[in-house]
């Protein structure tokens, strides 16, 4: 007797039915239907499991069978295929609406630019693939809307609001943001739907370690980002206020120009990297401003 055929013949023997077996192994119904059908095997963890739960030893259950590992599913062959494409669309959408969109309402290209950059896109990506290959279908799909959702918000808040005198948008906070608090209510819907108790063996419990690593990761990097870059902008408006002084009292008093200045303040943090970057166009300006 294959293993499907006993599984099905204890279930019956104890009037069990596959969604019984499946509440007890907190797994679906249809996978207790592949294994009575003989088109998918337990893991060795369900097998043990389903021992367990029919009172059987193992070795009677298997039948001295050797366990083969169970075969790539193609529903999650086909299912991150079509992640894959959603965010394949989303990368020719904002590529070509970066060289032409611009307007006073949205302008994504500054966004796009820095999401281009940092690697936002592949990263989310691999989140989103990670979370649906570990059976958290919610949670990847919040990640592509808090990526799609935090570009637009951005766009618009780049445009509208003032980024300073050295003109460095921030745009790149809302992207973080937005993206963090929808897979937060991605993660408090699975949360909801159970699905963090469900089926860990075979293919789900590797990318379901894998995707928490790659969030700390994720986490790290987004909060030394925003650290650093925010210095980094801080520095180029002070830096750029301060050219546009010098540059405007030295074209005023007739002073040769000169962009350099040797008073910056020290250091060699981003702070300091933004002062001495902007610096040069403020007092650009300033002269400008001088002499006219």
């Given at each position: ?74 529903e999650l062959v086909l299912d991150i295929a079509k992640v894959a494409a959603a ?155 301060r050219g546009f002084d010098d540059g405007l009292a030295d074209a005023r008093a ?39």
């Amino acid at each position: 007797m294959e293993l499907g055929e006993k599984i099905r013949a204890l279930r019956s023997e104890q009037g069990l039915t596959q969604e019984d077996v499946a509440r007890s192994l907190n797994i679906t119904r249809q996978a207790v239907a592949r294994w009575e059908a003989g088109t998918n095997r337990p893991s060795t963890e369900k097998l043990l499991a389903l021992a367990g739960l029919f009172g059987v030893p193992v070795s009677e259950l298997a039948g001295g069978e050797p366990e083969a590992p169970a075969p790539l599913p193609r529903e999650l062959v086909l299912d991150i295929a079509k992640v894959a494409a959603a965010y394949a669309l989303l990368w020719v959408i904002c590529t070509l609406g970066a060289e032409r969109i611009v307007t006073p309402v949205i302008a994504p290209i500054g966004v796009w630019y820095w999401c281009s950059r940092h690697f936002v896109l592949p990263l989310c990506f691999l989140f989103s693939a990670l979370a649906w290959a570990g059976g958290l279908v919610r949670l990847a799909v919040s990640a592509f809307i808090g990526l799609v959702s935090g570009i637009i918000l951005a766009s618009v808040w780049d445009a509208a609001v003032w980024p300073g005198p050295a003109g460095v948008s921030t745009g790149f906070v809302v992207v973080i943001a937005a993206a963090a608090l929808s897979v937060s209510a991605g993660a408090a819907l699975e949360f909801r739907a159970g699905e963090f108790a469900a089926d860990r063996g075979g293919l789900r419990l590797k990318p379901r370690v894998a995707l928490v690593l790659l969030l700390l990761l994720l986490l790290v990097l987004s909060a030394a980002h925003i650290t650093n870059r925010l210095s980094y902008i801080s520095g180029a408006n002070d830096g750029w206020e301060r050219g546009f002084d010098d540059g405007l009292a030295d074209a005023r008093a007739g002073e040769e120009y000169c962009s350099s200045y040797s008073a910056a303040p020290g250091g060699f943090d981003q702070y300091y990297l933004g002062w001495q970057s902007y610096y040069g166009s403020g007092y650009a300006k300033g002269w400008e401003s001088g002499i006219e």
